[in-house]
């Protein structure tokens, strides 16, 4: 069994909203002359600051609480945070050189949204109240609805 804070796993979602924050904000300066994705961006930016207090808020009630669980399910989150839309060659948001274009900026934000929205399901699943974050998962889908439909109407 693998003992881990919930504190700790809600930290690394405070994280992952700022990377977001730092993501959108770059995003909607780098194609400022696409009015309409420029403004989903900055849109976007402002949801994950909300995010980020969300889960400031359910760091302090969690507090270093620790919950026991199988050793899968600690590599499972750790997975997700790892992964190439989390985390850079300096612990940060990779590299975006390789966005030149609207639609690799959306499909990036795309595939960041869905693992957000996977790594926030899990953090659910060890909350005793899940209201907070039912709202945050919620609103995370709604991100992937307008990321998808912008992509379409393109």
Same mark, same amino acid.
């Given at each position: 069994?693998?003992?881990?804070?919930?504190?700790?796993i809600?930290?690394?979602?405070?994280q992952?909203?700022r990377?977001?924050y730092?993501f959108?904000?770059e995003m909607?300066e780098?194609?400022? !002359?696409?009015? $309409?994705?420029?403004e989903l961006?900055?849109?976007?930016?402002?949801?994950e $600051?909300?995010?980020?207090?969300v889960?400031?808020?359910? $760091?302090e009630?969690?507090?270093? +609480?620790?919950?026991?669980?199988?050793?899968?399910?600690?590599?499972?989150? *750790?997975?997700?945070?790892?992964s190439?839309?989390?985390?850079? $060659?300096e612990k940060?948001l990779?590299?975006l +050189?390789?966005?030149?274009?609207?639609?690799?900026?959306?499909?990036? =934000?795309?595939?960041? #949204?869905?693992?957000?929205l996977?790594?926030?399901?899990g953090? *659910?699943?060890?909350l005793?109240?899940?209201? =907070?974050i !039912?709202?945050?998962?919620? +609103?995370?889908?709604?991100h992937?609805a307008w990321?998808?439909?912008?992509? #379409? #109407?393109r």
């Amino acid at each position: 069994m693998n003992m881990y804070s919930v504190g700790e796993i809600i930290e690394m979602a405070v994280q992952t909203e700022r990377l977001g924050y730092q993501f959108y904000t770059e995003m909607a300066e780098r194609f400022k !002359d696409d009015q $309409k994705l420029s403004e989903l961006c900055g849109t976007l930016a402002l949801k994950e $600051k909300s995010h980020e207090a969300v889960f400031n808020k359910l $760091k302090e009630t969690a507090g270093a +609480e620790e919950i026991e669980g199988p050793e899968e399910f600690g590599q499972y989150m *750790r997975a997700l945070v790892e992964s190439e839309f989390f985390i850079g $060659k300096e612990k940060s948001l990779p590299s975006l +050189e390789h966005v030149t274009s609207v639609d690799e900026a959306v499909d990036f =934000a795309l595939g960041f #949204e869905k693992e957000t929205l996977l790594y926030f399901i899990g953090l *659910r699943s060890m909350l005793n109240d899940t209201t =907070a974050i !039912d709202g945050v998962i919620n +609103e995370e889908r709604s991100h992937i609805a307008w990321l998808s439909r912008f992509r #379409e #109407e393109r």
